[in-house]
């Protein structure tokens, strides 16, 4: 049901074969709008044959666009941004759920607070823990720092990773470099004066590039912990694993040579790396894949893949 009553805020949310939990992150939402007027916009990227939202979702002012293809995640959210009517966007996977806090006092927080354009709840993972979703900027030790590195899991206490995954945000409203796309709430106008995200991601980078250019404009990220999230990583990308290897690797050199990069030859050299990497990735994908589905192969330690059991990391919450 859509009608024309004035929403406070927008939730744009991407489908891809993820029908049933949309049902239930749309259902976790009703909330929210208990607590606000909200539209709700749902892009559905998925094939006509795949699951989408069910039609009785029980939210009002609900509106579902069809993508006439998959142009991959950053175009849907700018066509669902297209559609929105509220001051305020929010940008939700279909596999978080809302978990508490009230969302119109962040509204209000950002009113009194002009110079933060991008928020950032605060994200948890299935069993509690924080995900640690609001970051610093990307650099060159980012590949040895980030969440699920070997470095990280056996040594999480490392400078490294404590930078760039924010580990001692505390409980009070925190200017970060970038929020995670997963639930970013995100000023309309700047949005819009921004150009949206930068399609040519395909999936990944996109929320890490939109706060790159709003950086530089001389806007601001910050991290809001009194609202919480939960999100449970890697849902539709698991419908299309070989091309999302793919999509993480190409974004990655798109935004290192965009942004980290000013040499050439040194960019010309990464991205030679990372579409190396990118093959490994498969291969390794293809060869997990083959072991786990293979009765004919008989499970020694020399051909199952290597186990690292992941250490939580330390925060001051």
């Known amino acids: ?32 709008q208990n607590d606000l007027a909200c539209e709700f916009i749902v892009v559905d990227n998925s094939p006509p044959d795949a699951s989408s939202l069910p039609a009785d979702s029980g939210l009002r002012n609900l509106r579902v666009i069809s993508s006439p293809q998959n142009f991959g995640y950053a175009a849907a959210c700018n066509l669902g941004a297209r559609a929105c009517r509220a001051p305020y966007l929010c940008f939700l996977n279909p596999d978080v759920r809302y978990v508490g806090g009230s969302v119109s006092r962040l509204l209000e927080w950002l009113d009194r607070n002009p110079w933060a354009a991008l928020a950032g709840p605060r994200v948890l993972n299935p069993d509690g823990t924080r995900q640690f979703s609001c970051r610093s900027f990307p650099t060159w030790t980012t590949s040895f720092s980030h969440r ?8 999480p206490a ?3 990773s404590q930078n760039y995954l924010q580990t001692n945000l505390d409980g009070k409203p925190t200017a970060v470099d970038w929020a995670s796309g997963c639930c ?7 949005f819009e004066e921004l150009g949206g995200f930068d399609e040519g991601y395909f999936l990944f980078f996109e929320d890490v590039d939109l ?18 999230f939960m999100h ?5 990308r698991a419908y299309l694993p070989d091309q999302g290897i793919r999509a ?9 040579t965009r942004n980290v990069i000013r040499n050439p030859w040194l960019a010309g050299a990464f991205r030679w790396a990372v579409s190396l990497r990118c093959r490994i990735a498969e291969q390794h994908h293809r060869v997990r894949l083959w072991l786990s589905t293979s009765p ?10 290597i186990q690292i059991h992941p250490v939580p990391l330390k925060s001051r919450e």
Not at 184 to 190: E, G, N, S, Y
């Open 148 to 155: 699920d590195s070997v470095l990280t899991r056996a040594f």
């Open 184 to 190: 970013l709430l995100v000023r309309r106008a700047v």
């Open 158 to 160: 490392n400078p490294l």
């Open 296 to 305: 004919a192969v008989e499970r020694s330690p020399l051909l199952s893949p």
């Open 232 to 236: 449970r990583i890697g849902s539709s």
């Open 248 to 256: 993480k690797h190409s974004s990655a050199a798109r935004y290192f």
């Open 1 to 32: 049901m859509f009608n024309q009553e004035q929403p406070e805020l927008s939730f744009v949310l991407v489908n891809y074969k993820v029908g049933r939990q949309l049902a239930e992150c749309v259902q976790s939402l009703q909330a929210v």
């Open 211 to 228: 706060a790159h250019r709003l950086k530089r404009r001389g806007g601001q990220c910050v991290y809001y912990p009194q609202v919480e």
